[in-house]
Every structure is written in structure tokens, then in C-alpha cells.
């Protein structure tokens, strides 16, 4: 006799997907922000890292606070102009959140942020469709026949028999050349993060980093 549906055991542990109730979690987080803290910058992130991002929001967690997310979401939090936003000024942050960037709530003077950001920096492998940032090539490396590469072996030695280009300069990384530069223990890639504007309820500033701004108002 088949089994009833209605006698089916349902797990009350079931993790929900993220809908409604995070968006609005995000939106009044954001709004406390601006009571909280006296500044708000828009920031990017040059080859993220996530281990690094979080060592960042935990030296700064006792004066700022970090949003990332929906960019929609960030802006509904802000006020898309005038008519709309949260404080006098603000809904000028909005049009800069396109892309990959975030938010940073502080109560650091602006000179303290940006000499933070500049020297905030971490060297790692370079992962694939990353821009290379210089030439490279090798003359002889073991494993990199794996690669592709056109090697022999010599007398138990794996010998490149021609001159092998691992990566060009500006031109973004194969899965093999990401590969070849870990092998190699080649550090290509910076994360970084970069001001793109910011604002305070004296003032409004753009810095331009790491965002093409010819088409964004800014009025």
C-alpha cells in the first residue's frame, strides 16, 4: 500500500535560501550604519581574497564596518536621489555601486583610509583570466610537460628543447599558465583595495580608482 504524503516527516532544520529577509537584514544594516558611523566610501577589490578581506574587516572592526552584496540593495539602502535617500548627499554614492564594489562605513578621518588601503596589499598566485603583469618564460622546470610544454628527458633531467612563452605581458592567464606560474612560485596577482568615492555630510569626493567614471553624473 503506498505510503500517505501527509504522513511525510519534514526536517525543521532545513536551511532557506537567502530571499527576502537577508535583502532586508542587508537594508537595515546599512541604515544603522549611517547613524553610526560620520563617513561612507565605495570601494573595489583587486583579486579578491577572501582569508585577506577578512583579516582587513577585523583590523578596522573596531572603527568601520564592511558591506558587500547586492548593488542594488546597497543602493536602495543609500537612496537613489534626492527624493529618496537617507542622509543629505548620499544617494551620490549610489551611482559609483556597479561592478564589483562595496561599501565601507568609518569613523577613520579620510587620510587615515587611504593610507590603510595603500599599504594593505598581499602577493599571491594568479589564478585563471587574470591580466599578466610582466613577461614570462622559462628554460627548464620539472612537471611543466604537464603543461604542455616541449620538453624531453635527458638523462633523467626534463630538458624545454625550444624557447617556451609561459605568459605575455596585459594578456590574460590560461588555466595552464596559471598553473605553470604556481609551479614556478611565481606571484602574479595583488589584492588590493582601491577609493572610488566617498562622502561625509560636509562633503562628497571622487577618487576614480579601479572605475571608469566618464559616464556616471555627477551631479
Known amino acids: 500500500m503506498p505510503k500517505s504524503k501527509r504522513n511525510r516527516p519534514v526536517t525543521l ?26 563617513s561612507v566610501y565605495v570601494f573595489t577589490l583587486e583579486n579578491m581574497r577572501n ?5 582587513l574587516r577585523e583590523q578596522l572592526k573596531s572603527s568601520s564596518r564592511f558591506f558587500l552584496g547586492s548593488n542594488k540593495v546597497m543602493q536602495v539602502s543609500l537612496g537613489r536621489s534626492v527624493a529618496d535617500e537617507n542622509k543629505p548627499g548620499i544617494h551620490k554614492l549610489s551611482k559609483f555601486l556597479r561592478g564589483g564594489t562595496g561599501l ?7 587620510e587615515e583610509v587611504q593610507r590603510l588601503f595603500e599599504e594593505f596589499e598581499e602577493h599571491d598566485f594568479a589564478r585563471t583570466g587574470s591580466i599578466a603583469t610582466e613577461k614570462f618564460s622559462h628554460e627548464m622546470e620539472p612537471f611543466l ?8 628527458l635527458n638523462k633523467g633531467i626534463i630538458e624545454l628543447v625550444s624557447d617556451f612563452v609561459v605568459c ?3 594578456q590574460a592567464l590560461s588555466p595552464e599558465s596559471a598553473r605553470t606560474l604556481r609551479l614556478l612560485g611565481i606571484k ?21 580608482e579601479g572605475l571608469d567614471l566618464s559616464d556616471v553624473e555627477s551631479s
Request: net charge positive; proline share 3%.
Open 13 to 38: 532544520s532545513k536551511t532557506k535560501k537567502k530571499g527576502r529577509e537577508h535583502k532586508e537584514a542587508i537594508v537595515n544594516g546599512i541604515k544603522q550604519a549611517l547613524e553610526d558611523y560620520s
Open 51 to 55: 582569508l585577506k578581506f577578512k583579516e
Open 104 to 110: 565601507l562605513f568609518t569613523n577613520l578621518e579620510k
Open 145 to 152: 610537460r604537464k603543461q604542455g610544454l616541449p620538453v624531453r
Open 168 to 170: 605575455e605581458e596585459g
Open 188 to 208: 602574479m596577482a595583488t589584492f588590493r583595495v582601491h577609493l572610488v568615492c566617498g562622502w561625509s555630510p560636509d562633503n562628497f569626493e571622487v577618487y576614480g
